[in-house]
């Protein structure tokens, strides 16, 4: 079944609730893809990681406003980049993420995990 039209509505909604023009589906789906499989070499800065993990909170944001098949549709695209991210990053315990962004109770899980290994986890560490 084709969902185009679907997706085209949940992106014109989600753009008139705030999030930037540049934002889509496949576009979110391939940063979030990008980075899980990066995460671990990351070498950006810690406010660049937190703008990435905003592309999880897009996908979560989206599939809420999706039907139910194009919401497992869209849960199968980023399964393995959920997977993958999990399996490289570690509890962030310390909440030091919280440091550099506004990090609540009801944020996804990837807001309360930080790289295991890699630079940003080193940089992260020294500010423990």
């Known amino acids: 079944m084709d969902h185009a039209d679907e997706v085209r509505a949940i ?8 999030w930037a023009g540049h934002t889509s589906l496949d576009r979110e789906v391939r940063s ?10 990351y070498e950006a800065t810690v406010d660049d990681y ?10 979560a944001s989206f599939t ?3 039907s139910e ?10 399964a393995g980049a959920d997977a993958t991210f999990r399996a490289a990053t570690t ?5 030091l993420l919280a440091k550099y962004y506004r990090v609540d109770l009801k944020d ?11 630079p940003l986890a080193e940089w992260l560490s020294h500010w423990a």
């Open 11 to 18: 992106e014109s909604d989600m753009r008139a609730a705030g």
């Open 108 to 118: 996804g899980w990837w807001w309360r995990r930080r790289p295991s290994s890699g």
């Open 64 to 66: 809420s406003s999706a």
């Open 50 to 59: 937190t703008n990435d993990l905003c592309s999880r909170d897009y996908l």
């Open 91 to 95: 509890d962030d315990a310390e909440a």
């Open 32 to 41: 979030w893809n990008q980075l899980s499989a990066e995460v671990n070499t």
């Open 69 to 78: 098949d194009l919401r497992a549709k869209v849960q199968q695209r980023i």
